[in-house]
């Protein structure tokens, strides 16, 4: 009753489709990264989700239902969408008191709240004078007070130190542990990987990709090893045996394809050849991301 199903959606400005057509499942019990570049039509999808807007065509709906006919919402479904939008004169357990009220929610949940956000040292402070950072802190803990199964995220790492960022992912994994239902928008593939289990990928409004994180490595990102050696012959020789290639990375390094840096390591010690350094290489993930996305990104000049 926590899942989201998105059916044909589409939202159109004028003559352009932010959402075009789009269809996907997000299932409770992971954390699915909601990915795209800038303009993909993420915080639509958000928003269409919470009934903010109105769909031109299809359906976006929680346990079968729209938002706007859910009974009980702010239990249902909580949402960080603009983490700007609190009102700064406010500290930040009135802004949090006020919305409690509104919802009718104990009150007891904004202290919880502030715990949970690593804001409880700071809840007496008026909101205009919190960073960036603190603000999302804010927002999340707006989203989690009505302890609510659906969490609708839009890039909730913005603004982030990185104790700030692992302290979310956990959040995250908790939260879906829990066998809720997270869904966290990001443009980032890098962070994305760390805290997803699940992938969608938007490009102009369209589904580019949902898949599991592990298929998506998988299928996109080819293995590679960087090392160093000082005897390169002796290894490429036995190499070649198992059918790999050593090439020169350029910078007095070499790189091999298809490998992972445990099996070469193993390899290099049983024929007793220097090893001087060897590292696995991911960024062909980050690769594979933008290839997908390319073609689709409306503002790449520009990042
Ligand atoms: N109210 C609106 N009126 C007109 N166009 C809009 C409106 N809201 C969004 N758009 C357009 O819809 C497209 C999708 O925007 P959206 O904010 O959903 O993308 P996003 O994937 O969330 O991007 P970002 O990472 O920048 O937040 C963009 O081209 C945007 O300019």
Redesign the pocket.
């Known amino acids: 009753m926590n899942s989201i199903e998105i059916r044909e959606l589409t939202k159109a ?2 003559a ?1 489709r ?2 075009d057509g789009l269809t996907f499942d997000v299932l409770p019990g992971r954390v699915t990264g909601f990915l ?10 958000m928003r269409l989700l919470l009934g903010l807007d109105r769909p031109t065509a299809g359906t976006a709906t929680i346990g079968g239902r729209r938002y706007l006919d859910l009974p009980d919402p702010l239990h249902r479904v909580g949402a960080l969408l603009d983490a700007q939008s609190a009102h700064g004169g406010r500290t930040a357990r009135d802004h949090l008191r006020f919305l409690a009220a509104a919802g009718r929610i104990p009150a007891r949940r904004v202290d919880e709240v502030l715990e949970q956000a690593g804001m409880a040292s700071v809840a007496g402070r008026r909101i205009k004078s919190f960073s960036l950072g603190m603000r999302q802190r804010l927002g999340i803990a707006a989203a989690l007070l009505g302890d609510p199964g659906v969490l609708l995220l ?2 909730p790492t913005n603004g982030l130190d990185p104790e700030g960022i692992i302290w979310i992912r956990e959040l995250m994994r908790g939260l879906a542990a829990e066998g809720r239902t997270v869904l966290v ?1 990001s ?1 980032l593939m890098s962070e994305t990987s760390a805290l997803a289990d699940h992938l969608v990928v ?1 490009g102009n ?1 369209k589904l580019l990709a949902d898949t599991s994180m592990e298929e998506f490595i998988d299928a996109r990102s080819t293995r590679r090893v960087r090392l160093r050696t000082s005897e390169p012959g002796r290894l490429r020789t036995a190499l070649a045996r198992d059918g790999f290639d050593l090439a020169d990375a350029a910078d007095g390094r070499w790189t091999v394809e298809g490998i992972q840096a445990e099996q070469l390591g193993n390899l290099a010690a049983r024929e007793g050849i220097p090893v001087l350094e060897l590292s696995d290489e991911r960024a062909s993930l980050e690769q594979a991301y933008l290839d997908l996305t390319a073609d689709h990104a ?1 503002f790449t000049a520009t990042h």
């Open positions: 400005y004028g352009h932010a959402v795209g570049p800038n303009g993909a039509g993420k915080s639509t999808t839009d890039e928008s443009h938007l409004g409306q």
